[in-house]
Structures are given as structure tokens and as C-alpha cells.
């Protein structure tokens, strides 16, 4: 099994997730998180007044799937969530040792 996480902007979240239930993921957590990478964040102007937003809105994305499908949710990601600009985001694939559900105590891929 492999736990793929995925760094993309807020407003594809959407798309994403459609892409990802099209392919037959059935479920995935959510986390609105901050960061910069090459794109270093922006200048904004206030009222009148400039400063720099250093960290950027994001969201990640966790998946756990079993090894066949790993390319084809990596591909549906990629696909939803470029938009050509700097700034897309990330897709990382690690492995997973063990899964537990802990309603059932199912093990393994029974329990993603």
C-alpha cells in the first residue's frame, strides 16, 4: 500500500476530488495548510499599505490506496490539479507498512 499526499491550490480541491472518486478512491482527508516553495509568496496592498504574504493557502490531500492503483490516482491528481502556473503543488508516494481499522480491526487493505 502507498500513502499519497498532495499539496494543491484551494480552488481545485473541487476537481480533485472529483477526479479521485472517479478512479475509485473512496475516501481521503483534508487539511488547509501554509507554505511557500519557488513561488516565495506575493506583495499585497492594505488600505493603502504594502507587506508580503509569506506563506501561501494550500491544501493536503492524504490517500491511502494499494499499489495497482498508485499511477492512476498520482495521473488523476496531476490532471485536475495543474493549472500550468507556478504554485500547483506537490504529489509524494511513500509506503505504508500497516493498516488498521480500528471499528473492525480489519488489517491491511481490507481496512483503506
Do not use: C, W
Amino acid at each position: 500500500m502507498k500513502k499519497i499526499e498532495a499539496i494543491i491550490k484551494p480552488f481545485k480541491l473541487e476537481e480533485v476530488k472529483e477526479a479521485l472518486s472517479n478512479n475509485g478512491v473512496k475516501g481521503l482527508s483534508v487539511t488547509e495548510i501554509k507554505g511557500f516553495g519557488r513561488q516565495k509568496g506575493h506583495k499585497e496592498l492594505y488600505r493603502g499599505a504594502e507587506y508580503e504574504i509569506e506563506f501561501l493557502p494550500k491544501v493536503k490531500l492524504e490517500i491511502v490506496v494499494p499499489d495497482d492503483d498508485v499511477e492512476k490516482v498520482v495521473d488523476a491528481i496531476i490532471s485536475s490539479a495543474r493549472t500550468g502556473r507556478i504554485g500547483d503543488g506537490k504529489v509524494f508516494a511513500t509506503s505504508v507498512e500497516e493498516v488498521i481499522r480500528i471499528r473492525t480491526g480489519e488489517i491491511g487493505e481490507e481496512a483503506v
